[in-house]
């Protein structure tokens, strides 16, 4: 969707030091289970965490937006963005220095939806689907530690998917404003096929606070 993922690994390398009050120690009282809710460019999400070690956390995931509406770009043509997502996905933490505990390694696969419709202004419609099939994910966080009570965490990476669907949905018919020629909707498909906002590379971003029992 965006391409947040530069920024978000100087952002995570600058918490560092904060989310050491995460960090885990051996002595610490651990929990069994927590529970996460987060905000990402795929919308809100609720987590169930299972801790099977100080290392190790299982997630459970389900999220969705209903309907985002963003102003973009594409080729030098403008956009409204109208877009929502629903998903649900399986992932493992891995936290592989114990004493530097609040980095997190997070690897799993998510499946939903995500639909795009870019509107022109003049009536044309734009579809961008991604198809309901496994995507794979893989990224770095800080915090969302193991021990007992609130809990809070960053993380960015990125989910590989096999790409869109991309067509046009609807327009203007052929003599009336804002119609557009069969070259011209040829040339839009081309660019939105192009655009970095729509590949089946798409970097995440999110923050998220929860409670650990």
């Not at 809100?44 to 956390?57: A, D, E, F, K, L």
């Not at 963005?81 to 998903?87: E, T, Y």
């Not at 990476?157 to 949905?169: E, H, K, N, T, Y």
Request: aromatic fraction near 14%; charge should be negative; proline fraction near 5%.
């Amino acid at each position: 969707m965006f391409r947040p993922a530069v920024f978000g690994f100087v952002f995570v390398a600058c918490l560092a030091p904060c989310a050491s009050s995460e960090t885990i120690s051996t002595t610490a009282e651990q929990a069994d289970f927590g529970i996460l809710f987060g905000v990402s460019p795929f919308g809100g999400s609720m987590t169930v965490s299972r801790h099977s070690s100080i290392q190790t956390t299982w997630q459970f995931s389900i999220g969705g937006n209903p309907e985002g509406r963003y102003d973009i770009d594409v080729a030098n043509q403008d956009y409204v963005l109208r877009s929502r997502a629903l998903w649900l996905g399986g992932f493992v933490n891995f936290r592989p220095i114990v004493s530097a505990s609040w980095f997190r390694v997070v690897t799993g696969f998510a499946l939903g939806q995500i639909e795009h419709r870019l509107d022109d202004g003049s009536g044309n419609i734009f579809a961008v689907d991604y198809p309901m099939l496994p995507v794979g994910y893989l990224g770095i966080g800080t915090g969302v530690g193991t021990q007992s009570g609130f809990t809070f965490g960053f993380d960015v990476g990125w989910l590989q998917s096999v790409g869109p669907r991309i067509s046009f949905d609807k327009g203007p018919d052929a003599g009336e404003s804002g119609a557009l020629t069969a070259a011209d909707r040829k040339q839009r498909l081309d660019n939105i096929d192009d655009s970095f906002f729509f590949g089946s590379f798409m970097p995440n971003i999110q923050v998220g606070m929860g409670y650990n029992f």
